[in-house]
């Protein structure tokens, strides 16, 4: 006769004990993440970009671009610090909302004669009405600014930190003419409109608890010699 085999129950029972010890571990995980976005010089990125790749020399990189943003030589474009819970998602921004017009209604040109008479009046139906406005008929917003979005996963009992990372920089470049012609009216509408740039990082890394890392240098597109870094810092503290 056989023996019954309660290997597979146990096992499965175990499992489930120990993925139920991780849920509620978890809940006592509060994880800090701080995030700069800093524009410097590309001369001066280089050396600043190596020391950070070197785990042992981070935080020294770290502390040397704090003094080139106090010294004035690199510009802090986003600092943000927030906090949230281990397992769970986490949004922070720092945006302004650029409103402009993305349609236009063409403008309509009324002409009042002067002239006094029973005499027919001639108008030249052909008119170039560059200098006159068109009308905004649709308008769009575009956020400006730094948002950091993350999922930290507190790893090895606070040792580590599994981190899913969307981290972007999106900035209004200027404003640019645009001339609008219909070619069978041959009406000329000039409008501006807006160009913006955008920077962003999405990635998922593992990093020590407390460590600091470079996550990303972006090379700016005006003006050319400047480059834009993301560096990133996660900290998990057990709540008691």
Known sequence: MRRPCFSLPILLLLSSTLAAADTTDAAHWNVEVEAQVVVLPQAAAAAIVSEFKDESKANAAHEKLQAMIAAKTARLVGWLIVTGRSGERVVAESIDEFRYASEYTPPAVGFLPSLV????????????????????????TRSTGVTVEFEP????????????????????KGMT?????KPET????????????????????????????LLSVLKMTEPVEEVEIFTFKGEAKKIE
């Not at 409109?193 to 608890?209: A, D, K, L, S």
């Open 117 to 140: 008479g029973d005499e027919p009046i001639k108008i030249q139906p052909k008119v170039d009405v560059t200098a006159f406005e068109a009308a905004p008929s649709e308008f769009e």
């Open 153 to 172: 996963v507190v790893l090895e009992a606070g040792a580590k930190l599994g981190l899913n990372i969307v981290l972007s920089h999106v900035r209004l």
């Open 177 to 181: 003419r645009i001339v609008l012609e």
């Open 186 to 213: 041959e009406v000329k509408v000039a409008v501006e409109q807006p160009r913006f740039e955008n920077h962003r990082v999405t990635t998922g890394i593992t990093v020590r608890n407390g460590q600091r890392v």
